[in-house]
Nanobody, 122 residues
Framework: QVQLVASGGGLVQAGGSLRLSCAYSGRTASSFSWGWFRQVPGKEREFVAAIRRIGTTYFADSVKGRFTISRDNAKNTVYLEMNSLKPEDTAVYYC????????????????WGQGTQVTVSS
């Protein structure tokens, strides 16, 4: 059974930092890609960041230079380090695992975790 469990969300002031974690198990341990997406009510889920099995990383333009993504193989966990947070980063963040398709496409990912809420106050 594939499982992805996201955690680490919360309330933070603008300019602050948060680290999201996504613990994966089962078949997702052999995935080629792990990604983070976010969604606000009334909008489509959008790409935030991704990391390939070989370590290549990808970021949405809106978070480049502020967010980093990493993976700890020993802990089967993917992290999203978010710095210099802005109110527009407020969303529910989802982690996902998938194959070799485009890193920024939801269709690349066939396994999704539950969301974790990130709220950035101004």
């Amino acid at each position: 059974q594939v499982q992805l469990v996201a955690s680490g969300g919360g309330l933070v002031q603008a300019g602050g930092s948060l680290r999201l974690s996504c613990a994966y198990s089962g078949r997702t341990a052999s995935s080629f890609s792990w990604g983070w997406f976010r969604q606000v009510p009334g909008k489509e889920r959008e790409f935030v960041a991704a990391i390939r099995r070989i370590g290549t990383t990808y970021f949405a333009d809106s978070v480049k230079g502020r967010f980093t993504i990493s993976r700890d193989n020993a802990k089967n966990t993917v992290y999203l380090e978010m710095n210099s947070l802005k109110p527009e980063d407020t969303a529910v963040y989802y982690c996902a695992a998938g194959g070799l398709g485009p890193a920024d496409s939801r269709r690349t990912y066939d396994n999704w975790g539950q969301g974790t809420q990130v709220t950035v106050s101004s």
